[in-house]
């Protein structure tokens, strides 16, 4: 009986892995192909996928690049991919106990793959889980960036085909599931709005960067004690 259960488990773990995939490399093609049409070298794209291999941070990367402020891009996507420390902490035991396993691990470790890692209550199958998603998507994303990238060099005029709306198109696909968190969503709006009145006085990039400032909405002062009759 246990072998069956197991035998389930292991097809429901391919059937996600083959969904996500799917959507991956969609999202992949999507940056491989914004990447060609703002200008930047065909190596870019696949390097970025295949060294940083960071989903949304990609996509901003590459608006500032495009945009002409590398700085920008360096510092936004160290500050974006803050969270995967937290992240690594809680799927440490899954990835491994070797040197090769932990550092392999941890560049394919994403939000998806620590979802679907902590989800897994069983935690002898974890490992099993971490790898296969992470690899899955990890594969997917280049596959999709390489087909981003072909459909990218043979378009003409980017603005004429409605590239240039792709890549804040993507962005905001990206977010939309965290969205539904009341906190989250009040981050976003803050630093949307924020971003978007400094648009007018700060070179390409600044905006985007000062949107950070909405996290300030989460600081929640310590309220004072009534004083007591």
Known sequence: ????????????????????????????ASFGAIAIAYGLPTWVPFLMSTVVFAGGSQFLAVGLLAAGNPLAALVAGLLLNARHLPFGLAVSEAVGP??????????????????????????????RVYWIIGLTLFTSW?????????????????????????????????????????????????????????????????????ALLGLLTLVRLPRRKERSC
């Open 98 to 127: 070797r040197l090769r396993d932990r550092l392999i691990g941890s560049h394919v470790l994403t939000d998806e793959v620590a979802a679907f890692t902590l989800a897994e209550p069983d935690p002898d199958r974890r490992h």
């Open 142 to 210: 280049n596959i999709g960036t390489a087909l981003g990238v072909l459909l990218g060099g043979a378009t003409g005029d980017p603005d004429a085909l409605g590239l240039d709306a792709a890549f804040p198109a993507a962005l905001l696909a990206l977010i939309m599931p965290s969205l539904t968190d009341r906190a989250t969503r009040t981050v976003a709006l803050t630093g949307a709005a924020i971003a978007v009145l400094l648009t007018p006085v700060l070179p390409a990039g600044l905006p985007v960067m000062c």
């Open 1 to 28: 009986m246990r072998t069956v259960q197991r035998t389930e488990a292991d097809r429901a773990l391919l059937r996600d892995a083959a969904t996500i995939a799917a959507a991956m490399i969609a999202v992949g």
